[in-house]
């Protein structure tokens, strides 16, 4: 029986600039980065969550070829990928705080039907959805 997800896996075209984006601006940590030959496995999370693992997979990736890794860097770049949602208990306050480190955001947060919510891009232009869940 499957226990829990612990890895999930954004792509960036740059490993460094989105750890530092990661580290730096959204105040994640590295879990791990090693390189295995000319790969490098690097990952990063929100400290609050230790079993969870994201991981910051160049483009190209060594699972696609060199066609398929150019379509999905300029998907990847042109925004036009979700990644998922990221919780916070106050969703003015952190928009405030990640929008003064250089965050950009689509709008400010708007109430919605489950919590107040404010969409985020990453320097590599992947969509987050950032939600403060209604108490």
Known sequence: MIQSLSHTTIYV?????ARAFYVDKLGFEVRADMTMGEFR???VAPKAQPGL???LM???SPMMDSATASAFR????????GCGVL???DCQRTYDELSRNGVVFKGPPVQRPYGLEAVLKDN???WF????RPC
């Open 41 to 43: 496995w690097l990952t």
């Open 124 to 126: 590599s232009g992947n």
């Open 58 to 60: 160049p483009l190209p």
């Open 53 to 55: 693992q994201i991981i």
């Open 13 to 17: 075209p740059d490993q460094e600039a």
């Open 74 to 81: 300029a998907l990847v770049e042109q925004g036009a990928i």
């Open 129 to 132: 959805s950032l939600v403060q």
């Open 87 to 89: 919780e916070t208990d």
